[in-house]
Structure formats: C-alpha cells, structure tokens
C-alpha cells in the first residue's frame, strides 16, 4: 500500500464564486480519503497574462512569467487536476478554456517536461446546468476534455453534472449529490490512448 499522499487540484473557473459547479465540487471533495492533499484554486486569479499563439512565429514561446510558471508548477504537482465549470454557451467557461490554452504554451517550454509530467495523472469535470434533466448539453465540454486527457496520455474520471441556475440551486439535486458522494473515490477503469 502507498503512503504517497494523493494531491487533487481543483481549478474553480466560474465567473462566479460559489457557483452550483463550485458548491458541487466541494461536495464531491467531502469523500475523500483523510490524508488526501485537497488545493482549491481559482483560475482567474492567474490568468492574467493572456495566451498567444506563437507556434510558427521567430523564437516561438518565451518563457512564462513568474505567476504562470507558479499556476504550471501547480498543475504538475497534482496527482488529479478537476475543472470545476458551469456549462457556459454549451461548453467550458472561457477561464478554464483559457487555462487550457496556456498548456500549449507550457509544452513547449523544454524544462517543464510538460507532456512527460502530466502523462498518467486524472482529468475530472465537475460541471453543472440550467437545463432540469437534458444532459446533452453538457456534452460539448466532456467531448473537450475526454479528448485533452487522451492527447496528452491523461486517464479520464469523467464528468458530475449537477442542475441549477441560482446559486445553491445545485444542493436540491439528489441525483447529483448522491453521484458526488463516490465521483472522486471510484476506481478509473479506463487507461489514457497512447499518445
């Protein structure tokens, strides 16, 4: 048996603090083992450097400032990383698509070993809508993130979807509460594509 601790790192991206996606995931959180590192972290607070595509261009990506390394260095250090967002527009906030953006800048910075570290940790989505029963459209969101794990050789926990539109709305959802009780403690049973 391990005694590594397991470190979950959850990326609240909402434009709104305390969100139900926000209020779901620390629900979530409530079951997991004593001993497990739990950081909460809210993206937009650093994300200010906005990201550029720069690929193609002469001498290609700088190295990040300091906050971005810091938020990179956080993410790596994570055994789990969760992204906590409501459906917005029928995909992820543009934080947490935003952060996601700032990945390909980090898989270019040769001493991250970026793709290398992050191969093997868990991708999980807590999300939740205003739709009463309709889940679909929340499937714009776990499409993304299904497909991000796979590319970058990450195992896919899946998605906790809770309804709400008020704040708080999300603790009237029996359903929802009831799968957060064991979304973060089951076993994953899919393994990442080789990427």
Do not use: C
């Amino acid at each position: 048996m391990s005694t590594t601790s397991r470190n979950v790192l959850f990326l609240l991206s909402s434009s709104r603090e305390g969100g139900n996606a926000e209020q779901l995931a620390r629900q979530a959180a409530r079951s997991l083992p004593s001993g497990t590192v739990v950081d909460w972290l809210r993206l937009e607070e650093h994300l200010r450097q906005p990201f550029r595509d720069l690929r193609h261009a002469p001498g290609g990506y700088p190295k990040p400032g300091p906050e971005l390394l810091a938020l990179a260095e956080r993410t790596l250090a994570a055994d789990e990383l969760v992204i906590v967002s409501p459906v917005y527009w029928y995909n992820l906030s543009s934080t947490a698509q935003h952060y996601l953006e700032h990945w390909s800048w980090w898989l270019r910075v040769p001493e991250l070993r970026f793709r290398e570290r992050m191969r093997g940790k868990v991708l999980s989505f807590v999300t939740a809508h205003s739709s009463e029963e309709d889940d679909a459209v929340a499937q714009p969101p776990i499409q993304s993130l299904s497909l991000s794990a796979d590319y970058l050789g990450l195992r896919w926990r899946g998605a906790l979807i809770g309804h709400g539109s008020a704040p708080g709305q999300v603790l009237t959802d029996s359903r929802a509460l009831e799968a957060a009780r064991e979304f973060l403690v089951r076993p994953i049973t899919v393994e990442p594509r080789a990427a």
